[in-house]
């Protein structure tokens, strides 16, 4: 069966355990889910998220999509597990139309079906008329949306989101929830660190960080 594991993850960053869930056993997240990360600043929640991503070497314990190792991000990204930081990660000269487009023709998606997929994926996070602005033109939150553009235009397998509502009004937050779970729907494993309450109990399941050990506040189904 497709999934996304977590096995016995435990990150250092020097002396400092920034993330240790043995008490956990495996955590496992299927397609069609959507997983919140929840917990204080300085919980490990971008670290659990970077780990998942392939970015960051566990200190102890293992990764695994579908039965392979994760070992790198470049790997990572080639099984089409997708982030989406905390900054938004875009390029600031380009037009928020070029930042969701130009990864798709990259990957050797067709320029009409590219230019499709990008007009949606604006559409979908509201910013259809800002398509031609720079990204230096945009508000912070215009900026997080086109960043949730891109990720949703590329189709995922995995796709974690970092903070996703964090600069969104509640309107805003309630489009971008309702994206990620239209991930979900369409077959992606979905994880979303976030310290919005309102956006974490529209979740399938909430796993609560607190300095590094996890809890789960409402587990997934199995
Ligand atoms: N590169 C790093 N080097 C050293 N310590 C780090 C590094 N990155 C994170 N940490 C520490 O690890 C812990 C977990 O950080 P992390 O960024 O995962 O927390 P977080 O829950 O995502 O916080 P926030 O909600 O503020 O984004 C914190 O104590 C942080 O200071």
């Known amino acids: 069966m497709s999934e996304l594991v977590a096995r016995d993850l435990k990150v250092r960053y020097g002396e400092h355990v920034a ?19 929840t917990g204080p600043s300085g919980a490990g929640k971008s670290t ?29 990204a080639r099984l089409d597990v997708s982030i989406v930081p905390q900054g938004n990660g875009l390029a600031s ?7 969701v487009l ?20 604006l559409a979908l996070v509201g910013l259809e008329e800002s398509g031609n602005h720079l990204i230096e033109e945009l508000s912070g939150g215009q900026q997080q949306r086109v960043a949730l553009a891109r990720a949703f235009a590329a189709q ?26 239209a991930e979900a729907w369409r077959g992606a494993i979905v ?16 796993l609560h960080l607190d300095e590094g050990t996890g809890t789960w506040t409402r587990p997934l189904p199995a």
């Open 19 to 37: 993330l240790d869930l043995a008490s956990l056993g495996d955590l496992v997240v299927r397609p069609g889910q959507l997983l919140a990360v």
């Open 102 to 121: 130009v990864p798709l023709l990259s990957a050797g998606v067709e320029p009409a079906e590219a230019a499709a997929r990008s007009d949606q994926a």
């Open 191 to 206: 994880v979303m660190a976030t310290h919005d309450p309102q956006a974490a109990e529209q979740t399938d399941g909430e």
């Open 156 to 181: 995922a397998r995995v796709l974690l989101a970092d903070e996703p509502t964090s600069d969104l009004d509640a309107a805003n937050r309630e489009r971008i929830v309702t994206a990620l779970r």
């Open 93 to 99: 000269s380009l037009t928020a139309t070029e930042n």
């Open 48 to 76: 659990l998220l970077w780990a998942l991503a392939g970015a960051l070497r566990p200190t102890r314990g293992e990764v695994g999509l579908d039965g392979t190792f994760i070992t790198a991000r470049e790997q990572a």
